[in-house]
Structures are given as C-alpha cells and as structure tokens.
C-alpha cells in the first residue's frame, strides 16, 4: 500500500488556480467520474472501499473501472495522510455487482468532474462535485512540498477538516 499526503481546499471557483495551473503546470487529465460507496459502517470508521466509474476526456476518451481501498486518516492540522490501495476492474458491471451483492445498494453515490494536473512534483486536482463542493486537492510527499505549492498558486479557500468525502456524505443526508 502507498501512503498518500494531501490537503482538500474548499474553493467558491476553481477558474483562478485553473488559469495558473494552465501557464504553470502540466495538465494530465480531464475527467468525469461517478463515485460508489457501498459500505456505510466503513465510512463511519474512516475507512474507504471505493469504486469509481471514470471517463476520461482528455488528452483522449478512456472508460476505467477503479476501486480503491484507503486506511483511516491521520490527521496534522488541515493535512491528511492514509494508506491507499488502488487497483483497475475489467468492467463496471461486474464490479458493482460483486459489491452490491457483499453489501446491497450503495450507501452513496455522487458524480464529479474535473482536472488532474501536476506541479511542483505534486499532483492536483479541481474537482467541482456536482451540486456539492468545488475544490481543490493537493497530494504531494510532504506537508511542506503541499504548502509551497499551495502558497504559489496561491489557492484561497476554506481547508476541509473533515474530507471532501465525509463533506458529500454530509451534505447529501441532509446534515451538513
């Protein structure tokens, strides 16, 4: 498992780290994806069992089936860092059934576009959660790599305490 470090910015606008972004970094990716999570007990441990349906736009069309498996956070401030298990399905439909039939309907269920992008040696994302949150997510190997970039970019916004993840949950159960 890879160990990931990163800080979630909650933004009103994605559009001024984007046009930075596009002058300064290198953008890799822009994608659509629909997030599953089927087993609810997990997330209330601060555990993710994920499976994410992707469609890449550019720099070409690609469908892919993703599942991921991330550790409960830990936590400095507004940065977080979790083990991450992450591994490519042959077909969607065979995946959510596999997960449907361990777990039932999923426990939630969101779409969200965005940019990958990276800069600095760090990867970052602009995420817009439709009718959610917009925000930006910065994964680097460092605190100090993540906050560098963060102050070049100049990315102004709220940190989310509690995860984009934990923030959708909320917000699409009606208490948050």
């Given at each position: 498992m890879a160990?990931?470090?990163?800080?979630e910015i909650q933004v009103q606008s994605l559009v001024p780290t984007r046009k930075k972004l596009q002058k300064l970094g290198k953008l890799l990716k822009?994608?659509?994806?629909?997030?599953?999570?089927?087993?609810?007990?997990?997330?209330?441990?601060?555990?993710?069992?994920?499976?994410?349906?992707?469609?890449?736009?550019?720099?070409?069309?690609?469908?892919e089936v993703v599942i991921t498996f991330k550790t409960p956070r830990e936590t400095t401030g507004v940065f977080q860092s979790r083990q991450e298990l992450e591994f490519?399905?042959?077909?969607?439909k065979s995946a959510f059934n596999f997960f449907q039939a361990l777990y039932g309907i999923p426990a939630l269920q969101f779409t969200?576009?965005?940019?990958?992008?990276?800069y600095q040696g760090c990867?970052?994302?602009?995420?817009?959660?439709?009718?959610?949150?917009?925000?930006?997510e910065i994964e680097g190997k460092s605190r100090?790599?993540?906050?560098?970039?963060?102050k070049e970019l100049n990315i102004k916004?709220?940190?989310?305490?509690?995860?984009?993840?934990?923030?959708a949950k909320r917000k699409l159960r009606g208490n948050g």
């Open positions: 160990k990931e470090a990163e800080i822009k994608l659509k994806s629909t997030d599953y999570i089927f087993n609810d007990d997990f997330l209330d441990q601060d555990i993710v069992l994920r499976l994410r349906d992707i469609e890449t736009q550019f720099p070409k069309l690609v469908k490519k399905a042959d077909s969607f969200w576009i965005g940019e990958k992008y990276e990867t970052i994302f602009l995420k817009d959660t439709v009718g959610i949150i917009k925000f930006v100090k790599q993540i906050e560098k970039v963060q916004g709220q940190p989310l305490k509690i995860g984009a993840l934990e923030f």
